[in-house]
């Protein structure tokens, strides 16, 4: 069973009460954050330095090692109250770096090892289902160029994964995925919208072939072991409710703070906070925050408990409870920005961040509400219309749409001349990993 007190590398006090050290400078940053479109240098390197981007990395290689599935639930919840993007940007790395094993020895001693301030990897499951390039197998590994969408990490990672179909000595299509150096992709300058504006999720591309070593790439056909899948899916859901739990407690926690100061409008009240119908919104929202949480940690706590034993109903169940928990933490944001009136609209508002940012992600493919259609069927008993597929695939945009690239910044840890691999070490950052 894993330690649910399990201590940061870098002090004696746990991954949680860590992730909680870093909410105030988060917060305090959330505008240059939204400005720059990704975390600012020194965001990273205090996120770097709480071992935020240590999670699931083996701590012979520098890492936490074993966290239990409740005190990861908590951290994300903790970066979540802070910044949705902060907490995105860790959330986006793990799934690679904890499992990275699945390609081998060779990759996972060059991913570890590897000289960096920040998360490892990039991508998301889009680059690898409906935004993928072309290989060419060759002697030793393949060739791969192409052009991939909403490439969470793209500023921030020394490698990013992305998919790839290659056609094999049969004649027969193949859909693989490759670990690519930051030295041999691009940046487009195209991540431009209205919530979650730091996750940096912009296209990536590579215009001419590049070769990637055969210990870079695994096959979509190949899979983990049951216990690995089941606790990636059970922790890809219980993270992202988790960071709208911590979102709709950080809405919560700004919109006391204004209350209690502002005046409101056309009311015979000295503030808001003494308004009875601010005081039941806050109330209301309160109830269903603690709620919410309450859920969220009894499913963490019952993974903990199974452990190996964790199965495909448990799963199940706690991602369909994940679902609804983030749609009513999103609610309760946009509802107290609604009652704090329309200065929540202007860019730097704190509160109207955690509403745009919970909004947005709520639109994530993981969070859809549809998928509840899915649970009603397990219910009633029905069979489903069909599998999920992740070699289903749209075209690919063309390469020549990225013709606009992000451009070095002094505020930031991007330079498109930077590298990191195990036998480049990255130039212009201070630090590194143990």
């Known amino acids: ?41 020194e965001v990273v390197q205090a996120m770097d330095d709480a071992g935020m981007y240590r999670i ?24 979540g109250r802070g910044n949705a993007s902060a907490a995105w940007s860790v ?22 090892g590897t000289e960096h301030v920040g998360p490892l990897t990039g991508g998301s499951a889009f680059n690898l289902a409906q935004s993928v390039g072309v290989g060419q197998q060759v002697d030793g590994g393949y060739r791969l160029k192409g052009s991939w969408r909403f490439c969470s990490n793209s500023r921030l990672a020394a ?41 940096g999720s ?43 739990v911590g979102m709709a407690l950080g809405a919560k926690e700004t919109f006391v703070e204004a209350a209690s100061k502002r005046a409101p409008w056309g009311q015979p009240y000295p503030t808001m906070s ?44 706690a991602g ?18 609604n009652v704090m009136g329309t200065s929540t609209f202007a860019a730097g508002d704190a509160l109207g961040r955690f509403a745009r940012d919970a909004t947005g992600m709520c639109l994530h493919g993981a969070m859809r509400e549809w998928s509840q259609e899915s649970h009603g069927r397990a ?3 029905v069979e489903e219309p069909g599998e999920f597929s992740m070699t289903t695939s749209l075209t690919p945009p063309q390469i020549g749409e990225f013709d606009e690239l992000i451009e070095s910044d002094p505020r930031t840890m991007w330079s498109p001349a930077m590298t990191s691999t195990s036998s480049q070490v990255r130039a212009g950052v201070d630090g590194g990993r143990a």
């Open 274 to 317: 003494h308004m009875p119908f601010v005081q039941t919104a806050l109330g209301r929202a309160s109830s269903r925050i603690n709620v919410a949480r309450l859920a969220l940690m009894s499913h963490a706590r019952n993974a903990d408990e199974l452990g190996d034993g964790l199965g495909s109903e448990a799963v199940t169940t």
């Open 202 to 244: 912009n296209s990536v591309f590579i215009k001419d072939y590049v070769y990637v070593p055969g210990h870079r790439v695994k096959s979509l056909e190949t899979a983990g072991t049951e216990a690995e899948n089941n606790r990636l899916g059970l922790t890809i859901m219980l993270d992202v409710a988790a960071m709208l």
């Open 379 to 381: 219910i009633l008993g």
């Open 56 to 79: 699931g990395i083996p701590e012979s290689a520098g890492g936490l090692g074993p966290v239990s599935i409740s005190d990861r639930t908590e951290t994300f919840l903790e970066l």
């Open 91 to 112: 959330w986006a790395d793990l799934p690679t770096t904890e499992f990275i094993h699945q390609f081998g020895a060779e990759m996972a001693d060059e991913l570890y």
């Open 320 to 337: 369909y409870d994940s679902i609804q928990i983030a749609h009513d933490m999103r609610e309760v944001a946009e509802e107290l920005r």
């Open 1 to 41: 069973m894993f330690d649910d007190t399990h201590k940061s590398p870098n002090s004696m006090t746990s991954v949680v009460d860590e992730a909680r050290g870093l909410v105030g400078l988060l917060r305090e940053r959330g505008s240059e954050i939204d400005e720059l479109g990704v975390l600012p240098r």
């Open 159 to 199: 490698w990013v994964f992305l998919g790839f179909d290659w056609t094999d000595e049969k004649g027969d299509t193949k859909r693989s995925v490759a670990l690519v150096p930051r030295a041999d992709f691009s940046v487009a300058d195209n991540w431009n919208v209205t919530a979650m504006r730091g996750t």
